[in-house]
């Protein structure tokens, strides 16, 4: 794992923002996987900006969300589609037929386990997922692979815990349909994905991000599988990153890094 600490999340937004932009640049039909929440929103403004002054167009890029809530329709205003549609697609030129997030609007499980399918198909027809974007619940779920998701999880139908459904509370009117269901890309899907990059800002992560990096590998923390990936950048601010024992190391192999970068050795 790359652990990169930086002072704000303004700065966690700007560093991911040029890593997109990097694998858009590099590939000749760059394939994102794109993440909902709060976190990466801070991205998505800084990309829609980089595409109105005209650095970077999405023309050619497709994309997979990592999941969607079971139940509601595609149009609904917490949907993760309406989110995306919203925060990013409607803001650039990317085709709207290569943005993909699961549908998941159906109540049937036969159609849902088809779509889910379907949804791992579509990812491999279009190459695999060059960079997957992932944000971290305070559980240390990734997409919505809670806590004793198995690490060969593919796309499927995933029920909430209790701590994820009062965390995104917050969206719901009171009284309003809140969903426990989602359709979510597994974890053997996303690390399929050729690199990751998981945003985590602000003090209330802390807990789930030390579990992530330095905790053991465990189920009951999701996020820990990325420990198993090869290309897995972790970009944190202070405060997500407060609680790791090795804060000092990651900052170290960091300057390291960057003076290998320059011919430095020393
Ligand atoms: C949801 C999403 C996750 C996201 C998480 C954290 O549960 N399914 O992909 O990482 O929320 O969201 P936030 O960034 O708002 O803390």
């Not at 309406?82 to 049937?108: C, G, K, W, Y």
């Not at 974007?133 to 690490?151: A, D, M, Q, R, V």
């Not at 139908?157 to 309003?176: C, H, P, Q, W």
């Not at 198993?228 to 090795?246: F, K, Y």
Request: proline fraction near 3%; include cysteine.
């Amino acid at each position: 794992m790359q652990v990169i600490i930086l002072p704000s999340a303004r700065d966690v937004a700007l560093y991911a923002a040029d890593c997109v932009v990097d694998v858009i640049d590099a590939r000749t039909n760059p394939v994102l996987g794109l993440a909902t929440g709060s976190t990466p929103i801070a991205l998505y403004k800084e990309l829609v900006v980089r595409y109105q002054s005209k650095q970077v167009s999405f023309r050619h890029t497709t994309s997979f969300n990592l999941d969607e809530y079971i139940g509601i329709a595609d149009s609904h205003e917490q949907s993760y589609r309406t989110f995306m549609n919203r925060h990013l697609f409607d803001a650039i030129d990317i085709i709207a037929t290569n943005t993909h997030v699961p549908l998941a609007e159906s109540q049937d499980a036969g159609t849902l386990k088809k779509s889910a399918q379907d949804y791992e198909a579509s990812i491999q027809q279009a190459g695999g997922i060059d960079l997957q974007i992932l944000g971290i619940g305070l559980n240390g779920h990734i997409g919505f692979n809670e806590p004793t998701s198995s690490f060969a999880s593919r796309t499927r139908i995933k029920t909430l815990s209790e701590s994820t459904v009062i965390a995104n509370k917050r969206f719901f009117k009171d009284g309003e349909f809140q969903p426990h269901l989602a359709l979510t890309m597994g974890i053997g899907t996303i690390l399929d994905s050729n690199a990751v990059l998981l945003m985590a800002t602000g003090k209330a992560k802390a807990e789930a991000v030390k579990a992530m990096i330095e905790g053991p590998l465990s189920a009951m923390c999701p996020a820990s599988a990325l420990q198993l990936h090869e290309a897995a950048t972790i970009v944190l601010d202070e405060e997500a990153a407060s609680l790791l024992a090795l804060k000092e190391y990651y900052q170290w192999c960091e300057q390291k890094r960057q003076q290998l970068h320059e011919g430095n050795v020393s």
